[in-house]
């Protein structure tokens, strides 16, 4: 086997064939339990959360009414991205989503970048969510009980605070129950999302029919491409259907479930978001917050917090709320329904916590399959059924951030990661109608050769007009997981170990064995 001029085995970019997927995946799989139902309170569990709850105040500092735009934008881009989505869900129904398609058709390493950068969106996301969840809980116990914990234990450094502990408690309490069992965690997250959607309809018929249309104006205060960049904060609120891919292989009839799950999510969470948004908008206004020199302040900064310390309770923009949606109903004269919303929230925002750490855990489970990560990471608990060591290092991990981080820019740099995720899936369906055309697809994305490149330029596009700190972060990231890729991951590999798992499940598609790399001991002993 030869080496490139810079030092890379070319085996390093081979592909992993979709039935050695398949295969390794009946061999050590996990438990199907999962209907169409299931799934798709499983994504709207996951997309409606701190994105809505809590983003919609960060949007409006951002691009003031001009959000709407943002949503729509958003939504367009993740519609095309799902559509791409469900179509190899439904083909390859195993875990691992983004990082599993791109091992098919892109290789080893590009598969290794995808789901390293999965870790910033669901990890970094489940942090940013218990962040979110933590504004609302303490708001709750504020207003409704009378009860006002130490600004010390409620705030990160960023808000003049020690350490976020509400914040802590809910990553690990989740972390215990998806230990306990999947099954078990879905069922709770159908009851959590009822509530979420519950409180969201309750909102949408108060603060809708209140609305007025000169809060609209100035519709873009900072400019069109000001709703651009809100966009690429707000796709944080509309991530999380693909997640429902990661529990293709806990699915049961997955090329009919997956799919339902994926477009359906998303689809009922659009339609709210925008009568949620309109109902924000409208009733209270939403422009940005300036300074004392009238320079538009960054969101989650230390000045913009201090800014808003100056105003009142009963005046205070919805831009610096940490309970958006509560505060909006307190200031059109519904305080005990905003109380309850923010109850609500303080319910309904864990399953969204859940869902980001099933996630993260089902693609550290692949991986560690893979050869890519240690093998103690894909163990299976004897009674549980669930991989818990990747489930307590995973909540240990977001517990620690959700600690110390603002969510503004835990989203941000969650969605550096989730939009790498989003390009190399539009990129990879396209690889793969070239490379497998006579596959069968139980799903077929519509227009693929226009969608798919849209999706792919959108994600590009967004990508562009995250913060400098979020794209910076996302580089450093990517560069720390492919030192650890060369240093552990390259030799250990199952690929480069010659280990391939190729089942009986396609009479038409021969196996596909890939060589291992020269001088690497194969199971037999003998070297390559």
Known sequence: MGTSPRGLHLADWRIKSLDSILATAEKKSLTRSLGAFQLTMLGIGGIIGTGIFVLTAEAAQLAGPGMLISFVLSALVCGLAALCYAELAAMVPVSGS???????????????????????????????????????????LDNLLGIELPVALVNGPYAGGLINLPAVVIALAVTWLLVIGTKESATVNAVLVAVKVTALTLF??????AAQAENFKPFLPLGVGSAVSAASLIFFAFVGFDAVSTAAEE?????????????????????????????????VGAQPVAGPDGQILSPGSVELAAQCKTYAEATMPVVCSNEALAHVLRLIGHPAIGNLLGLAAGFALPSVVLMMMFAQTRIFFVMSRDGLLPAALSKVHPKYKTPHIVTIVTGVGVAFAAAFFPVGQLASVSNGGTLCAFFFVSLAI????????????????????????????????????LSL????????????????????????????????????????????????????????????
């Open 98 to 140: 983004a990082y599993t398609y791109s091992y098919a058709t892109f290789g080893e390493i590009l598969a290794w970048v995808v789901g390293w950068a999965l870790v910033l969106e669901y990890a970094v996301a489940a942090s940013a969510v218990a962040v979110g969840w933590s504004g609302y809980i303490v708001g709750v």
């Open 204 to 209: 949408v018929v108060l603060a809708v029919p």
């Open 251 to 283: 699915t049961k009839n997955p090329q009919r479930n997956i799919p339902i799950g994926l477009v359906g999510s998303l689809g009922i969470c659009t339609v709210f978001y925008m009568l949620v948004g309109t109902g924000v908008i409208g009733s």
């Open 430 to 465: 396209m690889a793969l109608r070239r490379s497998n055309p006579d596959r069968q697809r139980v799903f077929k994305t519509p227009a693929v050769w226009i969608v798919a490149p849209l999706a792919a330029t959108g994600c590009l596009l967004l990508f562009a007009f």
């Open 469 to 528: 700190v979020a794209q910076l972060v996302f580089f450093g990231w990517a560069a720390i997981g492919l030192v650890f890729y060369f240093l552990y991951g390259r030799t250990r590999s199952n690929v480069a170990r010659g280990v391939i798992e190729v089942g009986e499940l396609s009479p038409d598609v021969p196996p596909q064995g890939v060589p291992p790399l020269p001088g690497i001991p194969t199971p037999g002993g003998k070297q390559a």
